[in-house]
């Protein structure tokens, strides 16, 4: 089993940043993408950022220039730096991450900007 453990969230001003970390551990077979997605209060989950084994990225327009996601392959983690956080950030962050026998969610963790 695929245990994927999110952590970094919490309270935060406008403007100010935060640093989410996603660790995969277990029995893991090709490890792939790994990636973030974030659910705002009523509305559906999103994706926000993602990151291939060899480094390739991509991140949603609505965060781009302000977010950058990168990985360590020999932790089996990933991290989502977000900078110059506004209101509409405010979401819960859930990893998501592939491997070669399907894909495995975090529990997610709570980002909240507010002043």
């Known amino acids: 089993q695929v245990q994927v453990v999110e952590s970094g969230g919490g309270l935060v001003q406008p403007g100010g940043s935060l640093r989410l970390s996603c660790e995969a551990s277990?029995?893991?077979?090709?490890?792939?993408?790994m990636g973030w997605h974030r659910q705002p209060p009523g509305k559906q989950r999103e994706a926000v950022a993602s990151?291939?084994?060899?480094?390739?990225?991509n991140i949603a327009d609505s965060v781009k220039g302000r977010f950058s996601i990168s990985r360590d392959n020999a932790k089996n983690t990933v991290y989502l730096q977000m900078n110059s956080l506004s209101p509409e950030d405010t979401a819960v962050y859930y990893c998501?991450?592939?491997?070669?026998?399907?894909?495995?969610w975090g529990q997610g963790t709570q980002v909240t900007v507010s002043s």
């Open positions: 998501k991450v592939y491997t070669g026998r399907g894909y495995y």
């Open positions: 990151i291939t084994l060899a480094g390739s990225t």
């Open positions: 277990g029995t893991i077979f090709g490890i792939g993408v």
